[in-house]
T-cell receptor, first 110, second 117 residues
Framework: RKEVEQDPGPFNVPEGATVAFNCTYS??????FFWYRQDCRKEPKLLMS???SGNEDGRFTAQLNRASQYISLLIRDSKLSDSATYLC???????????FGKGTTLSVSS | GAVVSQHPSRVICKSGTSVKIECRSL??????MFWYRQFPKQSLMLMAT?????????EQGVEKDKFLINHASLTLSTLTVTSAHPEDSSFYIC?????????????FGPGTRLTVT
């Protein structure tokens, strides 16, 4: 079983749509969780950290369920500029490397 | 946020030659640097972890004699791909971790796209 699994998509949605991405991780001892965004041929950039209580940043909402080892990202009112690959990332322990999922591709069209 | 640079951003080399990639933390001291590799439509895969002044720790399946990592200072780590072959063509990304003044976080370099012909 892969350490971090995501539905690769692609998700093709119109502008204004709401889209949700899911992710599961295998290491129950994982401590930190993130969503990164990666544009084509670029390095990944941190979108937001994910906390057990759930957190929101503008149109983006992230949720973590430790019992189910499940992470989600909700994007509301999609913009064309949201088109990218969204990477679910887990850190087992502070100071160790980040573990990346394969990514979910989102394409927002007008 | 903190800045990590990589050089070169893109390199094309012939099979059998060696290529050196530099990763620098520009405004903080990186106690740990990580090297990742990403093939098309694949996730970033950790290759090795290097701590300043000590030998790198390689992930299973990564040949340490082929991918030489040096982390001689707190701001510079290098990855040398020795005797490169076409199957080594990939996107190589480093990330650096250290005290940036706002906490210990990891910051990614912009990546190096290697093409071996």
């Amino acid at each position: 079983r892969k350490e971090v699994e995501q539905d690769p998509g692609p998700f093709n949605v119109p502008e204004g749509a709401t889209v949700a991405f899911n992710c599961t991780y295998s290491n129950s001892a994982s401590q930190s969780f993130f969503w990164y965004r990666q544009d084509c041929r670029k390095e990944p950039k941190l979108l937001m950290s994910v906390y057990s209580s759930g957190n929101e940043d503008g149109r983006f909402t992230a949720q973590l369920n430790r019992a189910s080892q499940y992470i989600s990202l909700l994007i509301r009112d999609s913009k064309l500029s949201d088109s990218a690959t969204y990477l679910c990332v887990v850190n087992a322990q502070a100071g160790t490397a980040l573990i990346f999922g394969k990514g979910t591709t989102l394409s927002v069209s007008s | 946020g903190a800045v990590v640079s990589q050089h070169p951003s893109r390199v094309i080399c012939k099979s059998g030659t060696s290529v050196k990639i530099e990763c620098r933390s520009l405004d903080f001291q990186a106690t740990t640097m990580f090297w990742y590799r990403q093939f098309p439509k694949q996730s970033l895969m950790l290759m090795a972890t290097s701590n300043e002044g000590s030998k790198a720790t390689y992930e299973q399946g990564v040949e340490k004699d082929k991918f030489l990592i040096n982390h001689a200072s707190l701001t510079l780590s290098t990855l040398t791909v020795t005797s490169a072959h076409p199957e080594d063509s990939s996107f190589y990304i480093c990330s650096a971790r250290g005290d940036t003044g706002t906490g210990y976080e990891q910051y990614f370099g912009p990546g190096t796209r290697l093409t071996v012909t």
